[in-house]
């Protein structure tokens, strides 16, 4: 076991977007059990060095395997297919048609209800990709098109905070 | 080696081979010390046979300190030299400190943190903070009439890197060997869930004098896992206090001008405020301009004014389930903790916003000290229950600034510590040959409405054209809540690295004059001090390594045993002689020759980890 083998192997768990949670779960109290630095306190410095090293590096693996945005990108990019959000921006017309749709009700919207109401739109649409992307990367293994999926998630993902922000907006006022 | 200091069960430890590891709540208006004795977590009496210590220095002159009860009393007669709350004041600078106006202290602006003139001289909160947990400390040895291991000292989880630094200096100069900074919040879950076997999701509300935190912690076989933490380092029962004080002041119809009526005044409020949570009315009363005032106050009336604050910690609860994604409704139990969760609005607003009774059958000034000292037993290695383990999360993001003064977000809130995260930056201009960096922590978008920790340059950067130089800066964030940061220019080759720790905290150079200019801990001998602690460190290292070596021998060929045998040997000798230099380098020595040894012990511990096996069959 090395510092960088990849999250899944690390974990134990096979290299899939499917990841059963409960297991996700148990796998990283069992792995911080063995690596927390709480667990050298009465140790010298250097086990306190090794031990950080080891659970930073479990924390990172378990952060990105439990949010199934951050899984799918992993996956693609172990696939070869990098997401690169920065220089690769180019959407289907019609998803960015929707996200136009969207951010204008976000704009119009004057209370607590139609912004709740939009966010159950935005929370479907997300879970209707995740099951996509989950299609791609475990059912047809096509990363290139699942990256072209993490990439739309990453619009929705973006949008649900706006609205996230804007209700808090509503709840200060 | 946690695991091979576990005995057989039913098996106590031999009581000379077991460590005194203490857990101290620091608190805002008193502080406890609290031990596992005879495998039951108990706060510690002082000579008097009291539990709390109130978190009051005050300073008579000539070196002499009034510590807790005895300082308290003399508040209001000498409030410029008696010291109350100084944790509100840990990490700040005076123009942090909101309520200035309303304190009967003469606040000394200086770089770092602000000082507070008394007739010894400008004291920091670092150092007044340090007095209190000497005292506590000195109660501890007295109680087991032996040295400490070390302490668990809790600090509120919403502390930003600077208080906890703050905090950490603080018991540096106190001399104890801080073993951990764990949240308060989750102190008290360590103590409650461990007393009732709990397991799922718990709210811990915990409304200090100074501070309030709201954590959602999920609890499972020993684990104690934070999901969410929040909260306002600036908010506790002290406001309400404030507020009763402007109001019977203005009912009387008196100012309140010198700092004698000023904290007479806070200290009428504080008993009417006590006596309002069990009583509907009850009289203010307090020497103001030489004269006995008095003002009729009811629960009524006290709700009225401190409902503004209550609502404010509901507003930082609710953010809390928000961040977590989980509904009120999953929540299991509300434990209460802190003094100010007496009061009965606060039980009642807490219950209906929860939609449960919350849980009070704790008790709130003593929970946060048994579960630091709990977690400290556990750290030192005594414990048997070797499951228990704490996952917390940073509370407030950390980022860098950017051009336009915004910040660049590089490890979000609520994140499990410990963490290290990198991002990558470039230059600006052709040519650049430094850059400035800029860390600093809060969850608002402009640089100028977060708190600035640290600053400094990266220097040595190869001449390049605009954005062709890639800088990573790597923030890490130890299990103490502490920051590190380092930067790097990657893309030429060239590397140039420097760490910073964020400039709240103390210099090496401070606490080494300060521990010099004396304590009332430190009245012996600072060399035959170093020589012990040496002499400690110098066991503490031969142990583990020894049990090390017992449990995990084979996986050392006999080239690198025989060099760990000798380092070893080196230490042992070293300690039997009295110059705690040449101890120190050998424990160094020590340390760094087994840095591999640990490597390869942890690697065979995540195997076994991977290989499903359970802790408990291992």
Same mark, same amino acid.
């Given at each position: 076991m090395k510092l960088d083998d990849d999250d899944f192997t690390l974990f134990g %768990?096979?290299?899939?977007?499917?990841? !059963?949670r409960a297991e996700l779960d148990r796998r990283w109290r069992d792995l911080q059990q063995r690596v927390h630095p709480d667990r050298f306190a009465a140790e010298g410095s250097a086990a306190q060095r090794v031990a950080m090293q080891w659970a930073v590096r479990v924390n990172e693996a378990y952060q990105r395997l439990k949010d199934p945005l951050r899984r799918g990108a992993y996956l693609c990019e172990l696939a070869?297919?990098? *997401?690169?959000a920065e220089s690769n921006t180019a959407m289907p017309a019609a998803f960015l048609m929707q996200q136009m749709q969207w951010r204008e009700a976000l704009d119009d919207a004057s209370g607590t209800a139609p912004v709740e109401a939009l966010q159950a739109q935005v929370h479907d649409a997300e879970r209707r990709l995740l099951a996509e992307l989950g299609a791609l990367l475990d059912?047809?293994?096509d990363a290139a098109a699942a990256a072209e999926a993490v990439r739309a998630l990453m619009f929705v993902r973006r949008f649900g905070d706006d609205i996230e922000r804007r209700l808090e907006q509503f709840e200060a006022s | 080696m946690a695991l091979l200091q576990i005995s057989e069960p039913g098996q106590t430890p031999d009581p000379h081979q077991r460590r005194i590891a203490v857990g101290i !709540? %620091?608190?805002?208006?008193h502080s406890l010390v609290a031990a596992v004795r005879h495998g039951v977590a108990e706060c510690l009496p002082d000579?008097?046979?009291?539990l709390l210590l109130p978190s009051v220095v005050r300073y008579l002159g000539g070196g002499g300190r009034q510590i807790g009860e005895a300082a308290r009393e003399q508040q209001a007669a000498d409030p410029e030299n008696t010291i109350v709350s100084a944790k509100r004041f840990m990490?700040?600078? %005076?123009? !942090? *400190?909101?309520d200035r106006e309303r304190l009967p202290y003469q606040f000394v602006d200086q770089p770092g943190m602000v000082g507070l003139a008394t007739r010894e001289g400008v004291k920091t909160p670092v150092e007044v903070s340090a007095e209190i947990l000497a005292s506590l400390r000195q109660r501890a040895e007295d109680s087991f009439d032996a040295d400490l291991f070390g302490a668990v000292i809790t600090v509120p989880a919403y502390f930003d890197d600077a208080q906890r630094q703050a905090t950490k200096d603080a018991a540096e100069l106190a001399g104890l060997k801080l073993l951990r900074l764990i949240s308060e919040p989750t102190a008290a879950a360590v103590a409650y869930g461990l007393d009732h076997g709990s397991e799922g999701l718990y709210a811990v509300y915990d409304l200090g004098g100074g501070t309030f935190d709201i954590s959602l912690l999920r609890l499972h076989q020993g684990v104690f896992e934070v999901v969410a933490t929040g909260g306002d380092a600036?908010?506790?029962?002290d406001d309400i206090d404030q507020a009763v004080a402007a109001w019977s002041l203005a009912q009387a119809e008196v100012?309140?001008?010198t700092a004698g009526d000023k904290r007479a005044a806070l200290v009428a409020s504080r008993a009417a405020k006590e006596a309002l949570s069990s009583d509907a009315q009850t009289r203010w009363q307090a020497v103001i301009g030489g004269r006995e005032r008095s003002v009729e106050l009811t629960r009524v009336q006290l709700e009225a004014l401190a409902r503004p604050l209550v609502d404010r910690t509901l507003a930082a609860v609710r953010r809390v389930l928000r961040d977590a994604r989980?509904?009120?409704?999953?929540?299991q139990g509300v434990v209460m903790v802190g003094g100010?969760?007496?009061?009965p609005l606060v039980r009642q607003l807490v219950s209906e916003l929860f939609g449960r009774e919350v849980l009070t059958n704790v008790n709130p000034d003593e929970v946060v000290a048994l579960g630091a000292a709990i977690q400290a037993n556990a750290l030192a290695g005594?414990?048997?229950?070797?499951?228990?383990?704490l996952l917390d999360v940073i509370a407030l993001s950390l980022g860098l600034e950017t051009m336009g003064g915004l910040v660049e977000r590089v490890i979000e809130r609520?994140?499990? *510590?410990?963490v290290a995260k990198a991002q990558d930056f470039t230059t600006f201009?052709?040519?650049?040959t430094a850059m400035a960096i800029h860390v600093v922590q809060g969850e608002r978008e402009l640089v100028a409405d977060c708190r600035s920790l640290a600053r400094f340059e990266l220097r040595g *950067?190869?001449?390049?054209?605009?954005?062709?130089a890639r800088i990573r800066v790597t923030f890490q964030v130890d299990a103490d809540g502490l920051l590190s940061v380092a930067a790097r220019e990657l893309g030429s080759g060239v590397e140039a690295s420097v760490v910073v720790k964020p400039s709240y905290g103390l210099g090496d150079e401070q606490i080494a004059r300060m521990l010099q200019e004396g304590f009332s801990h430190a009245e012996s001998d600072i060399a035959a001090r170093a020589l012990r602690e040496a002499r400690v460190e110098a066991e503490r290292m031969q142990l583990a390594t020894r049990a090390a070596l017992q449990a995990d021998?084979?996986?050392?060929?006999e080239g690198e045993r025989n060099e760990i045998e000798a380092l070893l040997q080196a230490s042992a000798q070293a300690a039997a002689g009295s110059d705690a230099e040449a101890i120190d380098a050998a424990v160094k020595a020590l340390a760094g020759g087994t840095e591999a040894f640990a490597a390869l012990r942890m690697n065979q511990g995540i195997r076994q980890a991977l290989a499903g096996r359970r802790l408990d069959e291992v």
């Amino acid at each position: 076991m090395k510092l960088d083998d990849d999250d899944f192997t690390l974990f134990g %768990l096979p290299r899939r977007f499917a990841v !059963d949670r409960a297991e996700l779960d148990r796998r990283w109290r069992d792995l911080q059990q063995r690596v927390h630095p709480d667990r050298f306190a009465a140790e010298g410095s250097a086990a306190q060095r090794v031990a950080m090293q080891w659970a930073v590096r479990v924390n990172e693996a378990y952060q990105r395997l439990k949010d199934p945005l951050r899984r799918g990108a992993y996956l693609c990019e172990l696939a070869g297919a990098p *997401i690169q959000a920065e220089s690769n921006t180019a959407m289907p017309a019609a998803f960015l048609m929707q996200q136009m749709q969207w951010r204008e009700a976000l704009d119009d919207a004057s209370g607590t209800a139609p912004v709740e109401a939009l966010q159950a739109q935005v929370h479907d649409a997300e879970r209707r990709l995740l099951a996509e992307l989950g299609a791609l990367l475990d059912d047809r293994q096509d990363a290139a098109a699942a990256a072209e999926a993490v990439r739309a998630l990453m619009f929705v993902r973006r949008f649900g905070d706006d609205i996230e922000r804007r209700l808090e907006q509503f709840e200060a006022s | 080696m946690a695991l091979l200091q576990i005995s057989e069960p039913g098996q106590t430890p031999d009581p000379h081979q077991r460590r005194i590891a203490v857990g101290i !709540d %620091l608190g805002t208006t008193h502080s406890l010390v609290a031990a596992v004795r005879h495998g039951v977590a108990e706060c510690l009496p002082d000579a008097q046979g009291r539990l709390l210590l109130p978190s009051v220095v005050r300073y008579l002159g000539g070196g002499g300190r009034q510590i807790g009860e005895a300082a308290r009393e003399q508040q209001a007669a000498d409030p410029e030299n008696t010291i109350v709350s100084a944790k509100r004041f840990m990490g700040r600078r %005076l123009a !942090d *400190i909101a309520d200035r106006e309303r304190l009967p202290y003469q606040f000394v602006d200086q770089p770092g943190m602000v000082g507070l003139a008394t007739r010894e001289g400008v004291k920091t909160p670092v150092e007044v903070s340090a007095e209190i947990l000497a005292s506590l400390r000195q109660r501890a040895e007295d109680s087991f009439d032996a040295d400490l291991f070390g302490a668990v000292i809790t600090v509120p989880a919403y502390f930003d890197d600077a208080q906890r630094q703050a905090t950490k200096d603080a018991a540096e100069l106190a001399g104890l060997k801080l073993l951990r900074l764990i949240s308060e919040p989750t102190a008290a879950a360590v103590a409650y869930g461990l007393d009732h076997g709990s397991e799922g999701l718990y709210a811990v509300y915990d409304l200090g004098g100074g501070t309030f935190d709201i954590s959602l912690l999920r609890l499972h076989q020993g684990v104690f896992e934070v999901v969410a933490t929040g909260g306002d380092a600036a908010l506790g029962g002290d406001d309400i206090d404030q507020a009763v004080a402007a109001w019977s002041l203005a009912q009387a119809e008196v100012p309140a001008q010198t700092a004698g009526d000023k904290r007479a005044a806070l200290v009428a409020s504080r008993a009417a405020k006590e006596a309002l949570s069990s009583d509907a009315q009850t009289r203010w009363q307090a020497v103001i301009g030489g004269r006995e005032r008095s003002v009729e106050l009811t629960r009524v009336q006290l709700e009225a004014l401190a409902r503004p604050l209550v609502d404010r910690t509901l507003a930082a609860v609710r953010r809390v389930l928000r961040d977590a994604r989980v509904q009120r409704s999953e929540v299991q139990g509300v434990v209460m903790v802190g003094g100010a969760t007496r009061m009965p609005l606060v039980r009642q607003l807490v219950s209906e916003l929860f939609g449960r009774e919350v849980l009070t059958n704790v008790n709130p000034d003593e929970v946060v000290a048994l579960g630091a000292a709990i977690q400290a037993n556990a750290l030192a290695g005594n414990s048997r229950d070797g499951e228990l383990l704490l996952l917390d999360v940073i509370a407030l993001s950390l980022g860098l600034e950017t051009m336009g003064g915004l910040v660049e977000r590089v490890i979000e809130r609520n994140t499990t *510590i410990p963490v290290a995260k990198a991002q990558d930056f470039t230059t600006f201009k052709d040519g650049q040959t430094a850059m400035a960096i800029h860390v600093v922590q809060g969850e608002r978008e402009l640089v100028a409405d977060c708190r600035s920790l640290a600053r400094f340059e990266l220097r040595g *950067i190869p001449p390049m054209a605009a954005g062709a130089a890639r800088i990573r800066v790597t923030f890490q964030v130890d299990a103490d809540g502490l920051l590190s940061v380092a930067a790097r220019e990657l893309g030429s080759g060239v590397e140039a690295s420097v760490v910073v720790k964020p400039s709240y905290g103390l210099g090496d150079e401070q606490i080494a004059r300060m521990l010099q200019e004396g304590f009332s801990h430190a009245e012996s001998d600072i060399a035959a001090r170093a020589l012990r602690e040496a002499r400690v460190e110098a066991e503490r290292m031969q142990l583990a390594t020894r049990a090390a070596l017992q449990a995990d021998g084979g996986l050392l060929g006999e080239g690198e045993r025989n060099e760990i045998e000798a380092l070893l040997q080196a230490s042992a000798q070293a300690a039997a002689g009295s110059d705690a230099e040449a101890i120190d380098a050998a424990v160094k020595a020590l340390a760094g020759g087994t840095e591999a040894f640990a490597a390869l012990r942890m690697n065979q511990g995540i195997r076994q980890a991977l290989a499903g096996r359970r802790l408990d069959e291992v």
